[in-house]
């Protein structure tokens, strides 16, 4: 964290601080707290709030009182934009720890990173395309199972680190309930030939073993890895690379890093949410779905989320052939209820209370027991053209008795005073996932338990398919400029929006 440029401490200053613990016997961070750094304020600060606040919202604490939120969204290179994509996927992991964990302080997230990273996974690895990186891809074995690679450097092999010596402690399972073919053998040693058969078969093209015989302070020659023998055999008939010497560690020079631009890709996939927020404001869009931008957790997106879970819940109990009661409507709230976005318990009671009294509106008046839903929650992709894939997700769909499709959108807020939706681009979009023309799209409305509906001709689909495919071009070729107007005082971006006044 010293480390980082946001604090500009130089690196003697940090070697000061790092002797200054040595010296007096105390951690690095006391030394930090008697040189009276400004972070030393900041870190006591957010100590403060472990106990109530979840490990994403004291990261998003952070990115703010250190000013590195507002600096990702004036990224002005490539470098800096994948520091931006780094930061924003580890900040979106957390939340769907959070969304997944009751625990989700710190000290829980902590742990549940410390087992990701002893079972070897690595977010990098899972969320990126390999192959479109012309770069030096620094893996572990476990990471690049499924990848390949025209060139493959195995590294450390050497004994005791390839195989190496440290064994995790097996959970023991009866011979009898395991149904594979168990390997002879050490069980260990046997796991990691198996490793290294999969880091060699990475390798397209080339394939380079490597070793040294001094790791670190060990003053003992290390052996080459046994493994390598098994693979090649004690005296391989091809040639092999002669030993290397020592580099010539002053001849080094440091490469200047391009200073490239961030290449702006092409639009491949949208969405209705993404269509609505590059209208609202072309740089909201920017900050949202192309740097991902963390944002703290929203009372109102927590309340609508566990509204639509409640009601998808109930109507999975009526697809199952039960008929839940409305006591069972509002337990299944209790059960879907999250506690993340709410300024204090108070006014999260009072959301709650709303909530119920919501869902007894709709158990009374919006819920038809004849009424059975043929989907609910269900995904749908349109091809609008072979490039660009159109996509979503529709709260619920009916069957209707004369065959027509309903397709079914909840609302927790009020309805349009026009209650003319025959515009709505988002019921258009349904409208076009229903791919039929017997297709009513509505909007149900909590606040008012009111259902408003339209239809949408073929005419309207295919003018809305052309103005789809214009706001894809306008946003491939956008400078992503503001467009302030009141809807300012609601974005979540204000904070590091320049436009915001």
């Known amino acids: 964290v010293l480390t980082m440029d946001i604090f500009g ?15 007096y016997g105390m951690s690095l961070f006391e030394a930090c707290e008697k040189g009276e750094l ?97 770069a030096v891809n620094i893996l572990t074995v476990h990471s690049a199972k499924g990848l390949e690679f025209p060139v493959v450097f195995l590294v450390n092999l050497v004994n005791a680190r390839f195989p190496t010596t440290e064994r995790k402690e097996q959970i023991p399972i009866p011979d009898a309930l395991v149904k594979e073919i168990l390997p002879v053998g050490d069980y260990h040693e046997e796991e990691e030939r198996r490793l290294f058969y999969v880091g060699m078969t990475r390798a397209r093209d080339l394939l380079y073993f490597t070793g040294a015989k001094f790791y670190g302070e060990g003053k003992r020659e290390k052996k080459l890895s046994p493994f390598i023998f098994e693979a090649v055999g004690e005296k391989p008939s091809f040639a092999v690379a002669q030993e290397a010497g020592q580099l010539p560690l002053l001849d080094w020079k440091k490469v200047e890093e391009p200073d490239t631009k ?56 009526v697809r199952e052939g039960k008929h839940p009661t409305k006591e069972t409507l509002l337990r299944l709230l209790d059960d879907h209820w999250s506690r993340l976005g709410y300024r204090d318990k108070q006014y999260e009671e009072k959301m709650r209370h709303r909530g119920r009294e919501l869902l007894s509106g709709f158990y009374e008046k919006g819920y038809d027991p004849k009424v059975i839903p043929a989907a609910l929650e269900e995904p749908f992709k349109i091809k609008i053209t072979p490039t660009l894939t159109l996509g979503g997700k529709i709260d619920r769909i009916d069957q209707l008795p004369d065959g027509t499709t309903e397709i079914i959108d909840y609302k927790t807020g009020t309805a349009p005073k026009s209650r003319d939706v025959s515009r709505d681009l988002q019921l258009t979009v349904y409208a076009m996932a229903g791919a039929s023309e017997k297709v009513i799209v509505s909007f149900y409305f909590f606040e008012g338990q009111e259902k408003i509906s339209s239809r949408r ?16 071009k306008q946003i491939e070729q956008s400078d992503f400029a503001p467009t302030p107007g009141k809807h300012c005082d609601f974005c979540e971006f204000r904070l590091i929006c320049e436009a915001w006044n």
Not at 9 to 23: D, F, H
Not at 267 to 290: A, G, H, M, V
Request: hydrophobic letters at 40%.
């Open 262 to 317: 961030p290449v702006r890709q092409k639009i491949n996939y949208l969405s209705y949410s993404q269509l609505d927020t590059f209208t609202t404001c072309p740089l909201q869009y920017k900050y949202r779905y192309i740097l991902r931008i963390p944002v703290p957790p929203s009372a109102a997106l927590t309340f609508g989320d566990a509204m639509h879970k409640t009601v998808r819940a109930f109507y999975e109990l």
């Open 9 to 23: 401490i130089s690196p003697r200053e940090i070697a000061a601080l790092v002797n200054t613990a040595r010296k």
């Open 38 to 134: 400004p972070l030393v304020a900041m870190i006591h600060k957010h100590l403060g709030l472990i106990k109530k606040e979840t490990a994403g919202q004291i990261l998003y604490y952070f990115l703010e009182d250190t000013g590195l939120l507002k600096k990702l969204a004036t990224y002005k290179s490539a470098k800096e934009e994948k520091i931006a994509e780094n930061i924003a996927k580890f900040f979106n992991k957390l939340k769907t720890y959070e969304a997944e964990h009751e625990d989700a302080g710190v000290f829980a997230v902590v742990d549940w990173i410390e087992l990701s990273m002893t079972l070897g996974e690595s977010p990098a690895a899972t969320d990126m395309d390999w192959s479109d990186n012309n």
């Open 457 to 472: 001709t073929r005419e309207e689909l295919e003018k809305a398919k052309r103005d789809i495919l214009e706001k894809a």
